[in-house]
């Protein structure tokens, strides 16, 4: 028997089959669909009694690659690419439930999921109930008999909170439900949820994924026979990832464990400046021993990621200042990027939340998410200094 491949031999070499040309690097297959040898084969493929390449919105080999890649990486028995993360996210639970079906969701989500599941999934009669992240032990409790679906990331986006996934898995498991773990933060490399009982792992391949901020994507993967009804979905309802995008990620993935391991450590050491700071309240860094999740963190992740949340004293006004006066780091919405980013959530990404709202999810008005890039970390960290001194 062969022995297993480890995770980085796995990401460089995975790969497509090769054409009769024997190209070392996989090429790009920028064709919208594919022909048949007669009749009969075309009949077969339709059919699906072939596995075989059909029309670019159901597969393409690019795309399979980058799928095939991500199901080994995660444990996963299938998977679908999406063309972000946010049709990721939707197709599944559009694939997955029905009218009149409860999803039970950790309060600290992306603020484009929280909109899908209060103003568009309530259209077809599907409820959401929130639970905090320190009041996990009333889970339970929100179960309903029309619940189908547990729902959280791990790593929380912006505050970087960190849920007990094993303990997530082991209640799904009880009540007979989905659990469903948006793993954007971590990626496969920190943390693998399926080992913990999940049933469906959902990335926004845009950013750690891919790393660089060049393209969108997004894929879903787990379960055969939960991915085989979100391909179905997703097959006619054509939110499939473009050949190009699935190339260019495929190539990312390659590398993935090299960047993470060097985002980590810089953003370990970032945290630990900012934690000693005296203009900053609090620091959330899922590797530092302040963190109130330390010990879930160190039990399902490899190391901590590469955002720090940070409180900085003065609110929002205050957060408006520190933008203002960063000189290197970039000011974007995106993350996981090679150049760290700055982010202040209260003013910017989840302004338009009521302030009772972003509370609820630990987004305080001093709240500031850095996604701590590849630069050296002490250009970072005097970045940040010099911000801080400007109020």
């Known amino acids: 028997m062969s022995k297993e491949k480890q995770f980085e031999t796995e990401a460089v070499r995975t790969q497509s089959e090769r054409s ?16 048949f040898e007669d009749a009969e084969d075309m009949r077969a493929s339709f059919a699906e009694e072939k596995v075989r390449n059909i029309y670019g919105r159901f597969t393409n080999p690019n795309t399979t690659e980058f799928i095939d890649k991500v199901c080994k990486m995660e444990g996963a028995e299938a998977g679908f690419a999406f063309a972000t993360g946010m049709s990721a996210v939707f197709s599944t639970f559009g694939a997955l439930l029905s009218s009149g079906d409860h999803i039970v969701s950790c309060a600290s989500i992306f603020g484009s999921t929280h909109s899908l599941f209060t103003k568009y999934l309530p259209k077809w009669n599907i409820t959401t109930t929130y639970f905090k992240v320190n009041d996990v032990d009333k889970i339970e409790a929100l179960i309903q008999p029309n619940t189908k679906i547990i729902y959280a990331e791990s790593p929380t986006n912006p505050a970087v909170d960190v849920l007990d996934l094993e303990m997530l898995g082991a209640i799904a498991k009880k009540h007979n439900l989905l659990l469903v773990i948006d793993n ?4 496969p490399y920190l943390q693998q949820p399926i080992k913990f009982g ?3 792992v959902i990335h926004s391949a845009t950013k750690l994924m891919d790393g660089q901020g060049r393209v969108l994507g997004g894929v879903a993967v787990g379960r055969a026979d939960l991915i085989r009804e979100i391909y179905l979905f997703s097959r006619n309802t054509g939110p499939a990832l473009s050949p190009f995008n699935a190339w260019v990620l495929s190539k990312s993935l390659e590398t993935l464990a090299v960047r993470v391991d060097r985002h980590c450590e810089n953003a370990l050491k970032v945290a630990a400046f900012l934690e000693i700071h005296s203009k900053v309240n609090a620091v959330k860094y899922p590797f530092l021993k302040s963190h109130p999740q330390y010990d879930i963190a ?4 490899k190391a901590g990621g590469n955002i720090v949340a940070f409180e900085i004293k003065g609110g929002i006004e205050a957060g408006r200042k520190f933008l203002d006066a960063i000189k290197m780091c970039s000011l974007s919405a ?16 989840h302004s338009k939340l009521s302030e009772a709202d972003r509370m609820e999810t630990g987004i305080l008005d001093g709240l500031v998410r850095v996604s701590v890039g590849l630069e050296h970390v002490d250009d970072v960290i005097a970045d940040l200094e010099q911000a801080l001194g400007h109020y």
């Open 334 to 349: 995106n993350l996981g990027d090679t150049r760290t980013i700055v982010t202040h959530p209260a003013s910017t990404t």
């Open 20 to 35: 009769q040309y024997l190209e070392h690097s996989t090429p790009l297959y920028l064709t919208s669909s594919f022909v």
């Open 198 to 200: 999940a049933d469906l």
């Open 184 to 187: 954007c933060f971590a990626t």
């Open 298 to 301: 160190r039990k399902q992740m």
